[in-house]
């Protein structure tokens, strides 16, 4: 039978990554993607959750799902991030088990490897030092997701496999001023300098960040889905060593380059300062993606597209 008739079950499909993921499998023409509301179906509750996925029977699951944000909001409420994250990842990753769900993708992030880890970052520096301080409570909450993955790998012969991402940005995005990261914030604040001429930018600006657009993400996901499925012994036998692996576009620049490229497609005349009383976070997180090229997996979505996607779609969606 094909995939595209299999049953999946995308958990967090209104957030940015699970959006773009039911649009990818809807134009693709998958037959069987299920998907719930938060206020019909709260991820946090493990027996609605274990109630909902024993009766659905999913054939594959993908957590899109958790509480995402900016230095400003993990560094007011670490412990919410910790928390509600942990809960997530661990009541789909529970009822996984008691239904028998043999197929599973989890998304982490590159910010649960140390803060200075060396360059680029490998799979292998994962809990080689200290975490980033600011974002410590969600990253400990990815790390644990990562784990029990691996864990019930070993344990139960699954096939739970952990997608780790640099920093997303595309449709659909946070662009609170205390929850967005740092490109929906440059967007957001260039947008507002065409009233104010000015745009303050925490930081010293040289930190370096590496970007890649959520659309690229989705068609990771929908690659690694499809060879897990088709049982390739080249991916089962990586997950059966080390489940988990870097998703980036292997290019990182530094926080002042990405604002120069928005200056000039928002607001050429914008005043810049840099508030160097705000913490940077990690200085660098650039990803080593020579596992996922190994397999014949790149992004195609060029920087400046995306950006200019993204920014017609915040004011389209009046977010900004």
């Not at 200056?263 to 996922?292: E, Q």
């Amino acid at each position: 039978m094909s995939l595209k008739t299999k049953k999946i079950f995308i958990c967090g499909h209104n957030g940015m990554v699970g959006n773009s993921l039911l649009k990818l499998l809807k134009n693709k023409k998958f037959k069987n993607i299920i998907v719930k509301n938060r206020k019909d179906l709260d991820l946090t509750d493990f027996n609605k959750l274990n109630k909902f996925i024993r009766k659905t029977k999913p054939h594959i699951i993908i957590n899109c799902a958790g509480l995402v944000g900016g230095i400003m909001a993990n560094s007011l409420n670490p412990l919410n991030f910790l928390r509600v994250n942990i809960n997530i990842q661990l009541n789909i990753i529970n009822s996984c088990e008691k239904n028998k769900i043999k197929n599973f993708i989890n998304l982490g992030s590159s910010c649960i490897y140390p803060k200075f880890s060396k360059q680029p970052i490998k799979e292998d520096y994962l809990l080689d030092g200290k975490l980033e301080k600011t974002n410590e409570g969600y990253a400990l909450a990815k790390i644990i997701g990562l784990k029990a993955c691996e864990y019930f790998n070993k344990k139960n012969k699954t096939n739970y496999v952990t997608l780790m991402p640099c920093n997303i940005y595309g449709p659909n995005d946070e662009f609170d001023k205390d929850k967005s990261h740092f490109l929906p914030a440059l967007i957001r604040k260039f947008h507002k300098s065409k009233k104010n001429s000015s745009v303050e930018i925490w930081g010293s600006g040289n930190v370096r960040r590496e970007l890649m657009h959520v659309d690229d993400l989705s068609d990771a996901i929908c690659f690694f889905m499809e060879k897990i499925y088709s049982k390739d012994k080249k991916l089962i036998k990586m997950i059966n060593q080390k489940p988990y692996i870097n998703i980036g576009s292997g290019k990182d620049m530094k926080i002042k380059e990405y604002t120069k490229i928005i200056k000039k497609i928002i607001n050429k005349n914008a005043k810049v300062f840099y508030n160097k009383k705000y913490p940077d976070g990690t200085p660098r997180k650039l990803l080593d993606i020579s596992k996922i090229e190994s397999f014949g997996w790149k992004p195609k979505k060029k920087l400046i597209d995306g950006i200019n996607e993204t920014y017609i779609w915040a004011i389209k969606n009046k977010v900004i």
